[in-house]
């Protein structure tokens, strides 16, 4: 069953504390973002990835970081010097770049700092 | 970087009515203008989209309109149905490879 798989569906952190959430897909596509959803705000870009050993920040990146070291797999690290890191998070892929097709994302995980 | 405004935040209407949402965009670069429904507690999923060649695009209840010159698109949903409640993104490309997304309009079709 193709899609894109995110992990955990649920998190809590402690003030202070990494905290790496895991996207996963196996549709073969090149792109993959990372979205932060807050009511009232829509989907705001953090990071993304055009291709493996590649990526940019987007609107938001600071006080995240990511990697893409398989074409499958861009994990998201949430750091400590994240100020507001309670969200919303939604991992997306496209198969080429963002002008020639849509997004699909997964289910998104919900961080929760305590 | 691209800026895109959405309108409005919320809309009710009638079982059987239109609903139409609005956005404006910044970039004159931008060239593909996607629309996604989010259900509540899912996750968003295209609906439809229209690219800067065309004016106008329809899908069976749905329909998009873009006028480049005034840097602004829409979306129209006629024949509103309780399944149509949801959150719905605008989102426009601008000259790079990413989408920036509106704030989101929360629809509510009541019976």
């Known amino acids: 069953d193709g899609g894109i798989t995110q992990s955990p569906k649920y998190l809590f952190r402690k003030e202070g504390q990494n905290v790496t959430l895991s996207c996963e897909q196996n549709?073969?596509?090149?792109?993959m973002y990372w979205y932060r959803q807050d009511p009232g705000q829509g989907l705001r870009l953090i990071y993304y990835s055009q291709i493996v050993n590649d990526f940019q920040k987007g609107d938001i990146a600071e006080g995240y970081s990511v990697s893409r070291e398989k074409k499958e797999s861009f994990p998201l690290t949430v750091t400590s010097a994240q100020k507001n890191p309670t969200a919303f998070y939604l991992c997306a892929s496209s198969p080429q770049g963002l002008n020639t097709g849509e997004l699909f994302f997964g289910e998104g995980s919900r961080l929760t700092v305590l | 970087g691209e800026n895109v405004e959405q309108h409005p935040s919320t809309l009710s209407v009638q079982e059987g009515d239109s609903a139409v949402i609005k956005c404006t965009y910044s970039?004159?670069?931008?060239?593909?203008f996607p629309w996604y429904k989010q259900e509540l507690g899912k996750r968003p999923q295209l609906i439809i989209d229209?690219?800067?060649?065309?004016g106008e695009k329809k899908d069976q209840r749905i329909a998009v309109t873009l006028n480049k010159t005034a840097k602004h698109f829409s979306l129209h949903i006629t024949e509103t149905q309780p399944e149509d409640s949801a959150v719905y993104f605008c989102?426009?490309?601008?000259?790079?490879?990413?989408?920036?997304f509106g704030t989101g309009t929360q629809l509510k079709v009541e019976l």
């Open positions: 229209i690219r800067s060649n065309v």
């Open positions: 549709l073969n596509h090149d792109a």
């Open positions: 970039d004159s670069a931008s060239n593909y």
């Open positions: 989102a426009g490309t601008g000259g790079g490879n990413k989408l920036t």
